[in-house]
């Protein structure tokens, strides 16, 4: 072992630390999860590999290239905070008024007359709100209870969540050959379990998040402008514990994590630089324990006598302890992708050639299309040939990760260009989803959700899911939104005839406010 994982846990928690300085809106932005991740996978498991199956890549010894994975990773940390302090140093250069301001969004994610909306809660009359330095809503002026449309429209988000998680047991049903199989699924992960769901398209599996995401768009579009009613809070975060229900009843945490952020981040319309309080940070270690445990206890071959999830849970923590717990977790498929680099640190350029842009582009236009439509092999596989002789399908599915990615790709330079990029575009992240309206509102919810998932497994096949449920997210809650307009304006005709046609030229935005009287 090398000193580097020390060197990038020390840059990494204090980037993470000055970007965030624990506001709660910072610690789920894809810039403070993108480098958590990058830090379990680069920082932690090399601080813990100790034994000989730790240094082995199904089969092959890695042990040659560990101290180049070690330094790759410490560059990859080190870019990625340094595209975020180059583009907080570009910002601080900005002039301060006008369309330059600070915390302006880039062309790409602007609508008309997001300047003006900007921060209006930091700005007086004539000023203009710099949105990083907004302050924190909690503490203010109570808010009026949201008005019958508003509600409405948390009203249709939580059905339509809902909804998504019975249309998810539908299809396990449809792909299962019959509701019996649900009792296979919910007796754990098994061989017959998977056998059930082979074939089915991945964003069937992610339709949790999808719904997740309509609920907490939902939430947070009418938390703008209102506190919503005890009762749809209440009814908010029964539709995201049933959000939960199919990943755990997988036993995998690659739909689950993104369930939760979009979930939090629908809490906070009002709360961006709301910190994370002391007692949270137990609550947070329980959490990252029971997380880690998830696939352990609702496997097949781990679990206990125990039938049902608490039981089974408890069962696991005597067990294993807490050391044994973590190592389950840094020491597993979860941060295997140090071994897939390390093994490209001693081969790539030798047995494996650079893939100059089919590995990052050219996968994702792929990743798209079904699989017996592709026109010739994803790059990724093409690795996994040279290396195992068989596609992920055939043989073994190790992943890449984002670093392993953008190395077998374009190999250093890609590494520090591609991470220096994310690095700069993520530090605008806060700002441009509190500035954000329709899809782009959408998009960026659902980003957040998958960062971590694109982070540390295949890029590509992550982003390809993302897409499509940052679209099914967009159509979906423009639908609600557009069912709520309409029936404001039903309501203000029957009250008052000549004030139910909009003005002409006023958007229709996902900001909803108060039904017209």
């Known amino acids: 072992m090398t000193v580097w994982p020390i060197f990038s846990l020390l840059v990494g928690l204090g980037a993470i630390g000055l970007e965030t300085r624990m506001r709660l809106a910072y610690l789920v932005s894809p810039f403070s999860m993108l480098m958590a991740t990058l830090l379990t996978i680069f920082g932690v498991r090399p601080l813990l590999m100790a034994a000989p199956e730790d240094f082995d890549f199904y089969g092959i010894s890695i042990a ?87 509600s409405r429209l948390l009203r249709s988000g939580i059905a339509a969540s ?58 947070f579009v009418v938390e703008r402008v209102a506190r919503p009613p005890r009762h749809l809070v209440l009814g908010y975060w029964i539709a995201i514990a049933l959000c939960t229900v199919p990943p755990m009843t997988l036993g995998n945490r690659r739909f689950l994590v993104p369930t939760l952020v979009v979930a939090v981040l629908g809490t906070l319309a009002t709360s961006r630089q709301r910190r994370l309080p002391f007692w949270a940070f137990p609550v947070a270690g329980l959490a990252f324990m029971i997380l880690a445990a998830v696939p ?36 597993s498929y979860d941060t295997e992708m140090f071994n897939y680099v390390s093994y490209l640190s001693r081969e790539l350029g030798q047995t494996l050639p650079l893939g100059l842009g089919r590995g990052t582009v050219g996968d994702v236009a792929l990743a798209l299309l079904p699989h017996n439509l592709l026109p010739t092999e994803l790059w990724s596989n093409e690795l996994l040939i040279r290396m195992f002789g068989g596609t992920c399908a055939e043989l073994y599915c190790p992943v890449p990760s984002l670093v392993g990615t953008l190395y077998y790709d374009m190999g250093l330079v890609g590494v520090v260009g591609g991470l220096i990029a994310i690095g700069a575009f993520s530090q605008r992240f806060v700002p441009a989803l509190y500035r954000a309206h329709g899809w782009r509102l959408s998009s960026l919810f659902m980003l957040a959700g998958f960062t971590i998932q694109i982070t540390r497994g295949n890029p590509a096949n992550q982003l390809a899911i993302y897409l499509q449920a940052a679209v099914l997210v967009s159509v979906l809650v423009e639908v609600l939104v557009r069912h709520d307009r309409r029936a404001q304006v039903r309501e203000a005709e029957a009250e008052d005839p000549g004030r139910a046609h909009r003005p002409s030229g006023v958007q229709w935005e996902w900001a909803p406010g108060p039904s017209p009287k």
Do not use: H
Not at 304 to 325: H, I, K, N, P
């Open 64 to 150: 040659e290239g560990v101290p180049g994975a070690e330094l790759l990773g410490f560059i990859a940390v080190c870019s990625l905070a340094g595209g975020r302090a180059i583009a907080a140093m570009l910002k601080k250069r900005e002039p301060r008024d006008g369309a330059g301001s600070e915390g302006a969004l880039p062309a790409w994610l602007a609508t008309p007359g997001d300047d003006a909306r900007a921060g209006d809660a930091a700005a007086g009359p004539g000023e203009t709100a710099e949105i990083d330095e907004a302050p924190d809503d909690a503490g203010e002026e109570p808010q009026v209870p949201v008005p019958p449309a508003s």
């Open 162 to 219: 809902i909804g998504l998680v019975g249309v998810w047991f539908l299809a396990m049903i449809y792909y299962g050959g019959g509701v019996g199989y649900l009792a296979v699924l919910f007796a754990g992960r098994s061989e017959e379990a998977n056998l059930g769901v082979k074939g089915m398209p991945a964003i069937v599996f992610g339709l949790p998040v999808v719904a997740a995401g309509v609920v907490a768009i939902a939430r």
């Open 296 to 331: 352990f206890i609702r496997s097949a071959g781990s679990r206990t006598e125990s039938t049902d999830f608490v039981g089974a849970l408890w069962d696991y923590m005597q067990a294993e302890g807490v050391r044994g717990t973590l190592d389950s977790f840094f020491l």
